[in-house]
């Protein structure tokens, strides 16, 4: 369902009528008001929440917040000539080396539905992806250099991330003492 706001935001290039703020399901967008006489509708520039005052790796222009489809990220200020973005929130904490083309880290994304899962920063080049937060640890098995902290019947594991494996061991990083409220093993 479309909804429009009442504000004009300029001419329409094809009737001249004035174009609308419309909302649809990917969100908000300018469009004709004479919809569907008209189809017009102009591409979606991502808002800009502020400069970071810092200079782009690639090209030396400034960074900028910018607020997208799937929420804010950092992008240049030189798009169309110059393409780098990354998430908003970056730490160097955690991070997991890629284990298929070990040029690229894994680093945690959101799919169209809102469900989060972990994927190579070198995507389209490199499709690797998980659902569950990676470890950097090695696979007692296989040897496999990624690892995935799940829960299995209420206690934490490592699981081996290679599909062919799956390894379990205990997570003793985030194990918790249960012997104190009696549910202990005797």
Aim: charged share 20%; aromatic share 8%; with cysteine.
């Amino acid at each position: 369902m479309v909804t429009s706001e009442s504000c004009s935001k300029g001419v329409c290039p094809l009737c001249q009528s004035a174009l609308q703020v419309k909302s649809g399901r990917t969100g908000s967008f300018v469009g004709c008001s004479q919809y569907p006489a008209c189809d017009y509708i102009e591409p979606k520039v991502f808002e800009t929440l502020a400069l970071l005052g810092t200079t782009c790796p690639n090209c030396g222009l400034s960074l900028q917040l910018k607020s997208g489809r799937y929420g804010a990220f950092v992008a240049c200020s030189g798009f169309p000539q110059c393409h780098y973005q990354r998430s908003s929130i970056e730490s160097d904490v955690n991070r997991v080396d890629c284990p298929v083309c070990q040029a690229g880290q894994l680093v945690q994304r959101a799919g169209r539905s809102g469900r989060v899962f972990y994927g190579c920063d070198q995507y389209p080049r490199c499709h690797y992806s998980v659902h569950y937060p990676p470890v950097q640890k090695q696979c007692e098995r296989c040897d496999f250099p990624v690892l995935l902290r799940r829960k299995l019947r209420s206690r934490p594991v490592l699981m081996c991330a290679k599909k062919q494996c799956q390894h379990q061991m205990a997570d003793m990083d985030n194990a918790t003492a249960d012997v104190e409220g009696g549910q202990g093993c005797t």
